[in-house]
């Protein structure tokens, strides 16, 4: 029998999944495109917000190599706001179809019996247990940590119900509903004891076909780094569950948990928790579980590039390697399936160059063109608005501006990057490419600055070094 992880074991286990995505650099596109020549790099972005599909996306990268895998490449984005509450109405369908599976009972939380104890008093688990049991052992594998004789009556599961009193006021309601339901709150035991517990590994490699699937759906919903998290707070839980001694452990454990919880963190644990019972999804449609996950009702839908997937790797890099799509026509299928693609070919049959958030800025030169749409997509996750790439130079309410001094008769400049920023503050970036181009972009440079000196300007080379910075008096930065 396997014996519970250390914190430190699973914080080197799952950090790689934060801190690979926190650490993307503006040259990330470029390497990429450098190190893997024979690759066709595709921008791929999932709606996750209600409205119209330009709403905020999800960017992924896919590249899809002549031989080999599959390799997804995910950037580090905070949550969306419409996922990070859940109610009651939401999931009362679910509740529902939990509870003909062992309908709630008056509430009977048992607790160690006395300091120092390795095991709760508990009896075998039920025939109902025992049967949502082998379900999902038969969708999701066998276990890869200890598993309690009942988990209806283990600290685990003690230790869940607990922390619903420390979640959110968005989804604290909902939460309890759901964890006083005893089939869904046995589900989402055998989610971390069989899922999550997965994550532990280095890099966590999952090689059954079901939840190699379950992995890249989620990552292209949510996201490597949300998943990451996630699954961190559930192993931290269920090892500081099993070594409380008293009361106050289990409950000081339930508080961590749940304050480390959010919406978006709770409608994957609902997701991985049904998808375990398959009684449960004639009741609750597949669509409308991971719906919970895209509010657009524009999920992925399981097609046939999405059918194929044999393996998952989440390699140290924040990158998902996938196997058993056919590479020729990988990222045309998953484009059709899972997302709108927004993606150009190239006639000359170099890379196709990313076109998410306008046309390419020059063929000629495609990692400026992917530096150019990485850094938007990092200000579009940080809540910039008015998001252009390579347009005539506006100030922050839209007006255009000229030079007042025009160098050469040249009155306005086309910034590569614009964005506004959330205090309303306009965020002007150029890149230069060649250092034969450098004094060029440094006379446009001080052209945009007197033609709104109200805007914060940046210069860089395209390996990110930063040539010049200008802020005006009062604003701060970043």
Known sequence: MRTAPSLPRMALALGFALLS?????????????????????RQQATPLAGGPLSAELLPVLIHTPLEGPLRLSFPALAPHSSLEALTVTEIRPLLGAFDSIRPRATPRLRLMEFPGATNPTQGAATAWEQRLREEFFSLYGPALLPVPESLESSRLSLALK????????????????????????????????????????????????????????????????????????????????????????????????????????????????????????PKVPEGGLWTLLSPLRHAPAGGPALGSITTVQIVADGTLVVTGVATGTAAA????????????DDPGGGPRLSTRYGKPHTRQNPPHNEAIEEELARREAAGHTALRKNKAQRTAQGDRVYDSEPVQGVRSRKPDVTSVRPDGVRHNTNYVSNARDVQRELTAFESMIRADPLAIHELYLLDGTLLRRYVPRGVSFP
Not at 21 to 41: D, E, G, I, N
Not at 335 to 344: D, N
């Open 162 to 281: 607990l922390s619903t009193r420390y979640m959110g006021d968005g989804i604290r309601e909902a939460a309890q509903e759901l964890f006083n339901a005893p089939a869904f709150l046995t589900s989402v035991s055998l989610s971390i004891l069989v899922y999550f517990a997965a994550w532990l590994a280095p890099e966590p490699f999952f090689s059954k076909a079901f939840v190699a699937t379950l992995t890249v759906r989620l990552a292209l919903l949510v996201g490597l780094v949300e998943l990451g998290r996630l699954a961190l707070a559930c192993l931290r839980l269920h090892q500081e569950a099993e070594a409380a001694t008293t009361h106050q452990e289990l409950e000081a454990a339930a508080e961590r948990f749940g304050r480390s919880v959010g919406g978006t963190a709770l409608r994957v644990l609902v997701v991985v928790a049904s998808l375990g019972v398959p009684q449960v999804l």
């Open 21 to 41: 995505a926190c650490a993307t650099s503006r040259v990330q596109a470029v390497s990429l495109l450098h190190s893997q020549p024979p690759a066709v790099v």
């Open 333 to 344: 299928s998953l484009c059709g399936e899972l997302a709108f693609c927004a993606a150009m």
